[in-house]
């Protein structure tokens, strides 16, 4: 089994910064993507950025130039760093893996726990 612990969430005015964690720890043989998602109330889940172990990265285009995503790849984990909050980027957060485990040729999605982001006005 694999576990994902995400840390950093909170509240915060608009116009400023939270760096949210996400630690991968388990079975864990290789991982490829790491990335977050976010959920905000009435609205589906959406992929905010997603990096993989090697590679380009990808952000929607509504984070782009405020949020910088970035993992250790010796700790198994991801960050992503947001600057300049908006209201609209008031959400749920969540992380994601896709690890390989020993002896496996497929990849298995996990998924943290969800952290909250509140951006005020």
């Known amino acids: 089994q694999v576990q994902l612990v995400e840390s950093g969430g909170g509240l915060v005015q608009a116009g400023g910064s939270l760096r949210l964690s996400c630690a991968a720890s388990?079975?864990?043989?290789?991982?490829?993507?790491m990335g977050w998602y976010r959920q905000a109330p009435g609205k589906q889940r959406e992929l905010v950025a997603q990096m993989p172990s090697d590679g380009s990265i990808n952000y929607i285009d509504s984070v782009k130039g405020r949020f910088t995503i970035s993992r250790d790849n010796a700790k198994n984990t991801v960050y992503l760093q947001m600057n300049s909050l908006k209201p609209e980027d008031t959400a749920v957060y969540y992380c994601y893996a896709s690890v390989k485990h020993s002896g496996r040729t497929y990849y298995l999605a996990y998924w943290g726990q969800g952290t909250q982001v509140t951006v005020s006005s």
């Open positions: 388990g079975s864990i043989f290789s991982i490829n993507y």
